[in-house]
Every structure is written in structure tokens, then in C-alpha cells.
């Protein structure tokens, strides 16, 4: 069985600019969540959805947004970028309980 | 929300020895475990996670300890080897279809040969 694949792996963007990230989950899984991970804050949670419906939202502003497709495939969406969007974005993929994630995207914001 | 506090950040053995990483969660309806495991530019690895209505559960050389009436849990490394060098994470949440993880801060993890 596939795992989680999240494409691209790294991305280098300016600021104000916006950036598109895809996550595929593993195959059959409804559930893709995705978090930011950052040296000084760690994992936070961004936003999960379920069957194409966002289920929980975490505590980030509005530039940050989502959607997920029919055969479950997400993306995330940061607008307006500024410095501090660097990270490593992470998504994971679940049916029931247990999540596996992906490798993450590197984005840094110059 | 819920708080996962997770110690120590740093911790460094020989080849061989023990290591031990402890967790504690706020809330109280929290029900499941997960530890994962995070090599340098790679995502996190689940590799063994625990319920609540089970006080240990062990997998080879790891296992995981849970004591619900002081919200605490913890990750049991025995005979480490340099590939257990990495980060890794503690996270709780209510196991239910709308709850989310919440995670530890981290432990990195260095074993030497």
C-alpha cells in the first residue's frame, strides 16, 4: 500500500506571494489533517477534513485555507506570505484512528 | 484545549543502554497515545501507540507505560542502537471521529556508539 505522498518536497517563494500544497493520503483513508511544524513551536495543527468537509480548524489566520476532493486528495493554500510562514508542512492521513504522515514540504519564504 | 508537556528535550545514551521519555496530557477525556518517531528531513513514524483502557503495551524494544489517574505516559527504549537516533514526539487526543492530535515539544534522541 502506498503511504502518505505530498508533493512538492521543497519550495522557495517571496514574500506576498502564495504557494499551493498537495497531499495525497493513503488509499481508502477520508481523513487528511495537516499541521505546521516549526523548530520553536513544533507540530500545530492547521485544519482536518473529512470527506471533502473541513471537520476541525487549529488557530491560524485566514490566509491559511484548504480543501480536499472527492477521491480524498487535500490541498493547503497560504496567501499573502510572509517570513515567518517557513516551515516544514506536514500531512497526515487517517481512516480510523491511527494518523501517518507524509514527508512534509519544506517552504521558505525569502 | 489540551496540553501535552514532554521531557526531557534532549537526551543522550551509550549504545545499549535505556532510554526513557515522559509525557503528561491536561485533559482528562483524552483516550489514545501515539508516539512517532522523526529522522532528520523525513516526516513522523508512528511506532507504537497505547488506549486507555491498557496500562502497557510493547513492541520488541519499545514500550509504552500509561498511568490515567496522573495523566502521564511515557516511551521505553531498551538496548538502543545508533538508529534509534531521532525526534520523537508524544501526542494525545479523545478518540473520537472530531478530535485531533495534539503533541509533546519534541525529545531528541542520541544514541552513541
Known amino acids: 500500500k502506498a503511504g502518505v505522498t505530498q508533493t512538492p518536497r521543497y519550495l522557495i517563494k517571496t514574500r506576498g506571494q502564495q504557494v499551493t500544497l498537495s497531499c495525497s493520503p493513503i488509499?481508502?483513508?477520508?481523513?487528511v489533517s495537516w499541521y505546521q511544524q516549526t523548530p520553536g513551536q513544533g507540530l500545530q495543527f492547521l485544519f482536518e477534513?473529512?470527506?471533502?468537509?473541513?471537520?476541525n480548524k487549529g488557530n491560524f489566520p485566514g490566509r491559511f485555507s484548504g480543501r480536499q476532493f472527492s477521491n480524498s486528495r487535500s490541498e493547503m493554500n497560504v496567501s499573502t506570505l510572509e517570513l515567518g510562514d517557513s516551515a516544514l508542512y506536514l500531512c497526515a492521513s487517517s481512516e480510523n484512528t491511527e494518523a501517518f504522515f507524509g514527508q512534509g514540504t519544506r517552504l521558505t519564504v525569502v | 484545549g489540551e496540553n501535552v508537556e514532554q521531557h526531557p528535550s534532549t537526551l543522550s545514551v551509550q549504545e545499549g543502554d535505556s532510554a526513557v521519555i515522559k509525557c503528561t496530557y491536561s485533559?482528562?477525556?483524552?483516550?489514545?497515545f501515539p508516539w512517532y518517531k522523526q529522522e532528520l528531513g523525513k516526516g513522523p513514524q508512528l511506532i507504537i501507540d497505547i488506549r486507555s483502557n491498557v496500562g502497557e503495551k510493547k513492541d520488541q524494544r519499545i514500550a509504552v507505560t500509561l498511568n490515567k489517574t496522573a495523566k502521564h505516559f511515557s516511551l521505553h527504549i531498551t538496548e538502543t542502537q545508533p538508529e534509534d537516533s531521532a525526534v520523537y514526539f508524544c501526542?494525545?487526543?479523545?478518540?473520537?471521529?472530531?478530535?485531533?492530535?495534539?503533541f509533546g515539544k519534541g525529545t531528541m534522541l542520541l544514541v552513541s556508539p
Open positions: 477534513y473529512f470527506s471533502e468537509t473541513q471537520r
Open positions: 485533559d482528562s477525556a483524552s483516550n489514545y
Open positions: 501526542a494525545s487526543r479523545r478518540d473520537s471521529g472530531y478530535s485531533t492530535l495534539t
Open positions: 488509499s481508502g483513508h477520508r481523513s
